[in-house]
């Protein structure tokens, strides 16, 4: 049983950045607008998540830690339509197979919190405001091969800031800190959207960019795309969104590139932000652990209509 969930762990956690994605996951499905995360030696030695969500309530807490408990979906119909980030209940379990975990939570109206350590069951109270935090040490302690192919601390944090900034983009709304080491690293504080995307990807970006808006039916797509003359050598500025959830779709990516086709030579990479928004029946975000994939219903439909709305934005032909 440990192994299979070490074999499954394998297939969420990759590295420091894997645990802060779900942590902070976790801490918007509980309805946080507050999420600090603080690191030691690139999340390899710690990462702590502190939020002010709803909080888990103390019977909850031990369920909380096991392979496919999850308080988020009570019905595989349920799987069609899902609205929050998590669904598979398997990231706190995985988390747990390969490093030290603890959760200390305190649930909305509980007298006081709880801390459970995963490795032993033990719980005791503890003192926290509302919310919970989740503490992960040791990543990938007991298993030293997959250890050994983290990189250094600076590009383990680099990794997990980029995991929290695509969090941020979408979510203007939640504030977010990231400390590493004691020092601050990042603060986002709570704002609208577009003053989120100035925070996040700087003022270079905003002035490079052009305003996104296209809609047709329920499906709408906005965001801001680079000008050609912004493109980079790297493919480190793409940032898709499909009903709120960060993807990395071949699909999409290849509408945005078509757009660019006749401005853009050589490896150059356009940068953008583009949030979709479809219904949830035409879209299955179901496909991986990661979740970091899906599949629409209807791919050509959204490639073209992609292309168009980049198009207009940067007032380029339709070709
Ligand atoms: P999932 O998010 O897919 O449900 P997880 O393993 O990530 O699975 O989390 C398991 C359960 O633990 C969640 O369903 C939720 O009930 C609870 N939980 C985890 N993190 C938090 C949090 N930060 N705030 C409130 N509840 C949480
Ligand atoms: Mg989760």
Redesign the pocket.
């Known amino acids: 049983d440990e192994l299979i969930s070490q074999i499954a762990a394998g297939e969420v956690v990759e590295r420091p950045a894997s645990v802060v994605r779900?942590l902070v996951?976790?801490a918007l499905?509980a309805g946080a607008t507050q999420i600090q995360l603080k690191l030691m030696a690139g999340g390899v030695r710690a990462i702590v998540v502190e939020d002010d969500g709803l909080g888990i309530p103390l019977e909850e807490l031990p369920l909380a830690l096991k392979r496919h408990a999850?308080s988020?979906i009570r019905s595989l119909d349920e799987l069609e339509s899902v609205a929050t980030?998590?669904?598979?209940?398997e990231?706190?379990a995985a988390i747990s197979s390969v490093a030290e975990m603890a959760v200390l939570s305190r649930f909305d109206g509980a007298p006081h919190a709880h801390r459970l350590d995963a490795r032993s069951g033990e719980l005791q109270p503890a003192a926290r405001a509302r919310g919970t935090s989740v503490e992960v040490r040791e990543l990938f302690f007991s298993t030293p091969a997959r250890r050994k192919f983290l990189k250094t601390d600076a590009t383990e944090l680099a990794h997990c800031v980029e995991a929290v900034r695509r969090h941020a983009l979408a979510r203007p709304d939640v504030g977010f800190t990231i400390w590493h080491e004691g020092k601050l690293v990042e603060q986002w504080r709570a704002a609208s959207s577009e003053a989120r995307l100035k925070d996040v990807l700087g003022e270079d970006f905003m002035a490079e960019s052009r305003p996104v808006f296209a809609e047709s039916g329920p499906l709408r797509i906005y965001g801001r795309a680079g000008l050609p003359e912004a493109a980079r050598s790297r493919a480190d500025m793409q940032y898709v969104y499909v009903n709120g959830r960060y993807v990395r779709d071949k699909l999409i990516a290849h509408g945005i590139r078509s757009a660019y086709e006749d401005v853009l030579h050589g490896h150059r990479q356009p940068c953008y932000v583009l949030f979709i928004e479809i219904a949830p029946d035409r879209v299955d975000v179901n496909v991986h652990p990661t979740k970091i994939e899906v599949r629409f219903r209807d791919g050509r439909e959204i490639h073209q209509k992609v292309r168009y709305a980049v198009q207009d934005a940067l007032a380029l032909s339709r070709s």
Do not use: P
């Open positions: 779900e996951d976790n499905d999850t988020k980030m998590g669904f598979r209940g990231a706190l």
